[in-house]
């Protein structure tokens, strides 16, 4: 459907809120630019344009240094155009006191510069554009965490805006109350915190007082770093005038130099006459302007330290005597107030500026956390940062090249430059690769083009600091021999001021250098930036850290991956094992006798406890209830044999053991009532799971030695987490995963008890749950459903058959018993010869003689107290018990033999 223009236009006339709210969203300032320009309004300060029918070209004698000819909220007065009062032909100055008083009368009639309403209105209005900037910004931002950061640190400090009296008033006020002036003038300035705003009324204020044609307001600058000097940005302005002018408006006066720099260096107060016959006084701006300055008064501006911080300058009064004895006083009296303000206005200024820059470094410091995947990234991300913050029209950073011999070699390097002002852009991001730099920056091909010039101009600059470590800080680079002036010649491009600092990282090395090129506004880089690039190189060293040490990981999962992918493969069987076992025969469980708590340990060979754990996993209803298939059970039991070392007790045959054991339990004692399957299922997987892969060796050894065991799972149950990160990569290897027709829910909860029950195997867990358990029993709980009761039950179960050799026929025990001391002496050997430490008894080939005793002991202070309480529990158990105190005994009669024996060598008898 084609709509008409007009008709267009009448449904957005009636629907002033819908176009409102179309014009926020899809306006953007280019569009927002032509509409002031079309109202009579200054462009945006960042896009300067000149004014559509306005006469302030004109105006270049009132103000030669600025572009920026007034405040952009302010609309254009059109009463004064090109054949107005502001005529350069109609205006020239003259000696003639008449043609000056008639000029000054005549400028006092025409506020063009008026940045306010008089009926105090601007607040209102400013409080409503705050309003719905917010509203926008909040409504427009995505939920982002750099966009909730940046709201977050937000400055929530508004200054109050106290808007000046109409200059009419005061003028008014001054001729019928003098005193109620000053005390208007004084109130004027004692709200202000803005510096360029209180400059500003300070300026209007004395022309005002002291009927003065021109003023200027000095501030002093660089104290600090002892380079003092003068600047104003309010800058010989009519009474009633009142305009910001742009950073690069600045007037500069040397210290000491001219008549404000003598009074800023004296103190002293200068009245003179006649201006231009004085020798210190300089005519370079009536040289531009024709302006003739004859009478100047110019007076020092103190704190309340009675320190000088700025200098004020009046220029022809409109009295025919000058600037009298009374006018000194009154502008004595007035500047003592003007000195607070401006003393405390700087005081803001400063809080406000460490306010940036410390948001700037928190935001830096979340784009360290945000992203540190790519060192690209985050070096663009802070030379962004450095670059708004410091304002230079350049920023770099050149990498080390650490594959190279020589010690100036940059393998990469980031440049960032600012966009150009006639039109054209910089090269805003560019990182070059060591291919591209050959051997060196300075002969870097690429820096034969226009944007790169700089980088060539101070190749020799960053070279130095890569050599040396120091930073450098050149403020006037056409007096520096370092810098390859020939490129600038070449390429018009001039390098005014070079912050140069070196790249550190963690360890403290030089990895890089950063440099920053040309201050926008033309002046040197000064201390604070020097402090503000020293962060901003920190942080940059620490992300390029960051990343690298991301690197590494990343490459060290990858080389994980491959070892697990080739552990996987060698850990796996040949399919002909599998289908020689799955096609075996079972033999009847009563041959096996693995349902017996005498059982022989060493009855089986490798085969037979194949089909033996095959058995048992059917005699408990586990594949059938968990649909295990046949195959997959085969693989899986072969691939768990294959991955125990061939050490001499930790090793299949104990895994075999202990699930024997379990298995006998869950048939004779009442412990099978307490489990649910997917218990009984994580137990008896537990069980031929808990020593995969072990060593020979125990957690203390992992500890001492520092193993990478150790380092990797930790000093608690470093073993036992190995051992179940094994059982859980075998049963995701390919055809051995017994859980997978399991449900999620079950396959999570199964997981989650097969590591506590393999966790259970760690001794000192078991010493620290025993004591529930024995609470437990003698409390003659015979009930365990709660989930902590439960989990003390699988774990004191676990112990029970990890341990339950103590309680076999002597022949099995004593089997078991040397071959576990042979364990303990094997690591006992690599503890003496290895790591230069005594080991424990029990470990210490050269106390041998004494397994007895500490035989006795283990039996005294872990198993029989343990397996008393079992039978305390269940009388099943009673058979465990029976063996422990047969073997207990026999170790005591061994013991006593060797006491005696012990006797005879001593006594001889």
Not at 295 to 319: H, S, W
Not at 427 to 451: F, I, K, M, W
Not at 455 to 478: M, P
Not at 705 to 718: D, N, P, V, W
């Amino acid at each position: 459907m084609d709509l008409a223009q007009s008709s267009v236009e009448e449904w957005l006339d009636s629907h002033p809120d819908d176009m409102q709210d179309y014009f926020l969203r899809h306006a953007d300032v280019t569009l927002v630019n032509k509409w002031l320009v079309a109202h009579g309004f200054n462009q945006l300060p960042d896009f300067p344009a000149p004014i559509r029918n306005s006469s302030l070209t004109n105006l270049r004698y009132t103000y030669s240094f600025s572009n920026e000819s007034s405040n952009p909220s302010s609309p254009v007065d059109t009463r004064c155009n090109d054949s107005g009062f502001f005529d350069s032909s109609r205006h020239q100055r003259s000696n003639s006191k008449k043609h000056l008083r008639h000029d000054y009368a005549r400028s006092k009639k025409r506020n063009i510069f008026r940045t306010y309403e008089p009926n105090g209105g601007e607040s209102t209005l400013e409080s409503r554009r705050n309003s719905l900037k917010e509203m926008r910004q909040f409504r427009s931002l995505p939920p982002t965490s750099v966009n909730l950061l940046s709201m977050l640190i937000q400055s929530k400090v508004r200054l109050p805006r106290y808007p000046s009296k109409d200059i009419d008033h005061k003028r008014e006020l001054k001729e019928t109350n003098e005193k109620e002036f000053f005390l208007e003038i004084v109130k004027d300035i004692s709200n202000e915190l803005d510096l360029k705003s209180l400059s500003a009324k300070i300026v209007a204020n004395v022309s005002c007082m002291l009927d003065a044609d021109k003023v200027s307001l000095y501030l002093i600058e660089g104290k600090a770093a002892g380079k003092q000097v003068l600047v104003s940005k309010i800058f010989d302005l009519h009474a009633g005038t009142s305009i910001f002018p742009s950073c690069t408006g600045d007037i500069r006066v040397p210290w000491g130099q001219g008549i404000i720099g003598h009074v800023a260096e004296t103190g002293e107060t200068v009245n003179l006459k006649d201006a231009m016959k004085d020798p210190r006084y300089n005519d370079e701006l009536g040289k531009i302007t024709g302006y003739q300055t004859e009478t100047l008064l110019c007076m020092p501006i103190r704190n309340a330290d009675n320190e000088i911080v700025g200098v004020a300058q009046a220029l022809n009064n409109n009295k025919e005597e000058g600037f009298t004895q009374e006018d000194e006083k009154m502008l004595a009296t007035y500047l003592t107030f003007c000195g607070i303000g401006i003393h405390n206005a700087q005081i803001f200024d400063a809080y406000s500026k460490e306010y940036d820059r410390n948001r700037a470094l928190l935001e830096v410091v979340h784009d360290l956390f945000t992203e540190q995947t790519s060192v690209d990234h985050v070096v663009l991300k802070i030379m962004q940062r450095a670059q708004s913050l410091l304002k230079c029209e350049r920023c770099s950073l050149l990498l080390k090249d650490k594959e190279s011999n020589s010690e100036n070699a940059f393998d990469k390097i980031f440049d960032l430059a600012y966009p150009m002002k006639n039109g054209h852009s910089g090269n805003r991001r560019r990182a070059v690769t060591r291919q591209e730099t050959l051997n060196g920056l300075h002969s870097l091909p690429y820096l034969n083009s226009d944007r790169d010039s700089s980088l060539r101009v101070t190749s020799k600059i960053a070279e130095l600091v890569l050599l040396t470590g120091e930073t450098i800080n050149i403020t006037d680079a056409s007096q520096d021999p370092r810098i390859e002036h020939e490129d600038e010649t070449v390429k018009g491009i001039r390098t005014r001021s070079v912050l140069c600092k070196p790249v550190r990282n963690r360890h403290f090395q030089i990895i890089g250098v950063a440099q920053v090129i040309n201050r926008i506004d033309g002046l040197p880089f000064d201390d604070h930036d020097d402090l503000l690039f020293e962060a901003f190189a920190i942080f940059c060293g620490l992300g390029i850290n960051n990343c690298q040490l991301y690197e590494q990981v990343s490459l060290a999962a990858a080389r994980q991956a491959v070892a697990l992918e080739v552990l996987s493969y060698h850990a796996s069987v040949p399919q002909e094992e599998v289908l020689k076992l799955k096609e075996k025969k079972l033999p009847d469980i009563q041959e096996l006798k693995i349902m017996e708590f005498t059982f022989n340990d060493f009855s089986l060979d490798n085969d037979q406890m194949m089909q033996a754990s095959v058995i048992m996993f059917n005699d408990l209803g586990l594949s059938k209830k968990f649909r295990i298939e046949y195959e997959t059970l085969c693989r899986w039991l072969l691939t768990v044999r294959k991955n125990y070392r061939n050490v001499a007790y930790h090793n299949w045959r104990h895994a075999f053991n202990v699930c024997q054991v379990m298995f006998t339990i869950l048939k004779h004692c009442q412990c099978k009532n307490y489990l649910t399957d997917n218990e009984t299922l994580a137990l008896t997987v537990a069980c031929l799971c808990h020593d995969l892969d072990h060593r020979g060796t125990n957690n203390a050894f992992q500890q001492k030695s520092s193993s990478a065991l150790s380092q990797l799972y930790g000093t608690s149950a470093t073993l036992e987490h190995h051992h179940f990160n094994h059982a859980i990569m075998i049963l995701n290897s390919g055809g051995t995963n017994l859980f997978g027709n399991l449900g999620s829910e079950d396959f999570s909860e199964v997981t989650k008890l097969l590591k506590q029950a393999i966790l259970a195997t760690d001794l000192s867990l078991h010493i620290q749950l025993r004591s529930k358990f024995f609470a437990m029993v003698d409390s003659g709980q015979k009930v365990f459903d709660d989930r902590e009761s439960k989990e003390i039950v699988r774990s004191v179960m676990m112990t029970t058959c990890d341990i339950a050799a103590i309680t076999k026929p002597w022949e099995v025990q004593r089997k078991v018993s040397e071959l576990v001391i042979t364990e303990f002496f094997d690591q006992g050997d690599k503890e003496k010869h290895e790591l230069n430490i005594q080991p424990q008894a029990c470990m210490d080939r050269d106390r041998q003689d004494e397994i007895a005793k500490l035989q006795l002991a283990w039996i005294d202070g872990i198993c029989l107290p343990l397996y008393k309480s079992l039978v305390q529990l269940d009388s099943a158990f009673q058979p465990m018990l029976d063996g422990l105190l047969d073997n207990r005994s026999r170790w005591e009669r061994l013991d006593a033999e060797r006491l005696s024996k012990h006797a005879i060598l001593e006594t001889g008898v």
